[in-house]
């Protein structure tokens, strides 16, 4: 299986951003590829960006040489569920781990994803990115 290593595993970023706004981040290379960590939102369900722990500017200008997701997944007794989901990057300049966290009613997914747009091979049609996971399939 295709992990999110074998897609960005030794690529080179000009930029990572923490969106606030959206709770997202933003990855983006000199050659028009743009990668972001989001959730996106659907009723019934809360996403939110819980944490980043390292600086962001660590993946910036030197190659990625660990790219990691994984969930965890935790019953709670209001009858909700709760959904960890955690990225871990490593260049040579330092560590940075994002975490998201999400509830739903148990209908819903709600881990976050990494999605990919680029201008002429997978454009941002009407504001939706194209998750990895469909890519890496």
Not at 94 to 114: E, I, K, L, P, W
Request: glycine content about 6%; overall charge negative; charged content about 30%.
């Amino acid at each position: 299986a295709n992990t999110l290593q074998d897609l960005i595993g030794g690529l080179t970023f000009v930029s990572v951003e923490h969106d606030k706004q959206q709770e997202k981040i933003v990855f983006q290379m000199a050659d028009g590829w743009r990668f972001e960590l989001y959730h996106e939102q659907e009723c019934c369900e809360t996403v939110w960006l819980e944490d980043i722990n390292g600086d962001l500017n660590d993946l910036v200008g030197t190659p990625i040489i660990v790219a990691e997701k994984r969930s965890r997944f935790d019953e709670d007794s209001e009858d909700d569920s709760k959904t960890w989901t955690f990225f871990c990057f490593r260049t040579t300049k330092g560590t940075v781990d994002v975490s998201f966290a999400g509830t739903s009613n148990g209908c819903y997914r709600v881990d976050a994803d990494m999605c990919v747009s680029h201008p002429e091979k997978y454009p941002n049609e009407y504001g939706y990115m194209t998750r990895i996971d469909s890519i890496l399939a």
